[in-house]
């Protein structure tokens, strides 16, 4: 499974083979080497084992916490899977991709037994499906930053204009604002910054109604959405996107719920993770790679070009990276957003982060399901003024994306960690290499 199979052809080698003749007692008498073998190469993934060690356990932790409740969190019993990918938002390298529940790949080796093979392939949370690039989850409010930007690219929002939240939205199916649903007040008059940083529901609605789906639609396959990334692992699957080819009547109500990420809206964790870290990194949609590189022996390098060619032809997509030529204002109001979030009293995700030591940028976002708890939804990148990575997690049946956001914030602080690491270590190498003073 996963770089084992895809990169079999460069991990395996060729085989040599030996022609020996031997008599009729099985004395050898001569001995040809007529071809020789060739070493398998190794293949360096962009993944860090030791952020992918915090990431995962952050994900076990979080979702344990919310099964039998804390005093931080409301229980929801039937939490039970979930997903973390995290990016570098320059390079497009993936850091970090965790699926869980796993499974031990150790217990393949000499052979599986019937009942330990039965429980994993009948087990109902599926721990054999790598949820980061196959599970399908509906954004929810983490949708809201594309929208957004449709609505002010389009020119049918500003990044001052005030919009008002009558609670209960008077178009379409009159959806109402989570806000009014719960507490019986409203927003107000919000600009998009502060929409993104309540999740104002009114505010989105009314943006998807000025904008329309098939704008709406424009703007998420711009951002990859409902497109493969071509990851160089077997099973990506490519999600959808909500008003995209519908093929009966599309309704007004349903562009309202399209708007805030839910309807018919679908992605995977990783397409999700590489659409914030296009926000984060001002407009470039980068292609991804879990391949750092691929050396023989002799520290030889096989080629980005043929690595490239290679990973499009066994994953059957040629995804290339691009530039979205985006307004950087319109950019800045989005992430001027995403700050109050994780910054600002009244921020969804204020509690969170609001000691880290670092500007975090996030949204929260809780998606319903059909049955059981809401799907909870974190996306954030840090820091703020010169992002370097994006990260999404998914809590299947989380309850609220306010829970899903205690993922992330041991992951940020550990990757913060090991970069000064790093750089310290660096340092240290320069003086005992070069005699470098300081």
């Excluded at 609670?167 to 989570?178: F, L, M, Q, R, T």
């Excluded at 390098?301 to 985006?326: I, M, P, Q, W």
């Excluded at 992951?411 to 003086?431: A, G, P, R, S």
Aim: aromatic letters at 10%; glycine letters at 10%.
């Amino acid at each position: 499974m996963g770089i084992e199979q895809s990169f079999e052809k460069y991990l395996k080698g060729i085989d040599g083979v030996n022609r020996v003749e031997v008599d009729s007692y099985g004395t050898v008498s001569t001995e040809n080497v007529t071809t020789k073998s060739i070493t398998g190469q190794n293949v360096t993934l962009t993944i860090d084992y030791r952020l992918q060690k915090v990431a995962e356990d952050s994900l076990i932790k979080v979702i344990n916490q919310i099964k039998v409740g804390t005093p931080t969190m409301k229980k929801h019993e039937d939490a039970s899977a979930g997903s973390v990918v995290v990016l570098d938002t320059v390079t497009g390298e993936v850091l970090a991709m965790v699926s869980y529940p796993s499974f031990d790949i150790n217990s393949f080796v000499d052979g599986i037994n019937y009942k330990d093979w039965n429980a994993l392939n009948n087990s109902s949370l599926t721990p054999m499906v790598n949820r980061s690039i196959s599970g399908i989850y509906s954004p929810g409010s983490t949708y809201k930053m594309l929208v957004g930007l449709a609505g002010l690219t389009t020119g049918k929002i500003t990044p001052t204009e005030k919009i008002n939240d009558p609670g209960i939205y008077p178009y379409g199916h009159n959806p109402k604002c989570w806000i009014y649903e719960m507490y019986g007040r409203t927003h107000g008059y919000v600009n998009i910054s502060e929409a993104i940083k309540v999740s104002c529901n009114s505010f989105f609605y009314e943006v998807g109604r000025r904008v329309g789906i098939s704008e709406i639609v424009t703007y998420a396959k711009l951002f990859g959405l409902g497109e493969k990334t071509g990851i160089e692992i077997a099973g990506e699957k490519k999600g959808q996107i909500a008003g995209d080819n519908y093929k009966g009547d599309w309704y007004l109500g349903e562009t309202l719920s399209a708007a805030i990420g839910q309807s018919y809206n679908s992605y995977t964790p990783i397409q999700l993770a590489n659409y914030i870290s296009t926000i984060a990194n001002g407009g470039r949609l980068n292609k991804l790679t879990v391949i750092k590189s691929v050396e023989d022996s002799e520290k030889d390098s096989v080629s980005l070009d043929e690595l490239n060619k290679y990973a499009a032809e066994f994953t059957g997509v040629n995804f290339e990276s691009r530039n979205l030529n985006l307004s950087q204002e319109n950019i800045n109001a989005v992430k001027l957003g995403m700050l109050y979030v994780t910054n600002d009293r009244g921020g969804t995700s204020y509690n969170t982060f609001k000691d880290l030591g670092i500007e975090v940028a996030g949204k929260t976002g809780t998606a319903e399901v059909s049955s059981g708890s809401a799907n909870g939804i974190f996306v954030g990148f840090a820091p703020y003024d010169k992002p370097k990575i994006a990260i999404i997690a998914i809590i299947e049946h989380g309850g609220e994306g306010t829970y899903t956001a205690n993922v992330v914030r041991p992951i940020m602080d550990e990757y913060f960690k090991i970069e000064k690491q790093d750089k310290l270590n660096t340092k240290k190498q320069n003086v005992i290499e070069n005699g470098i003073t300081f």
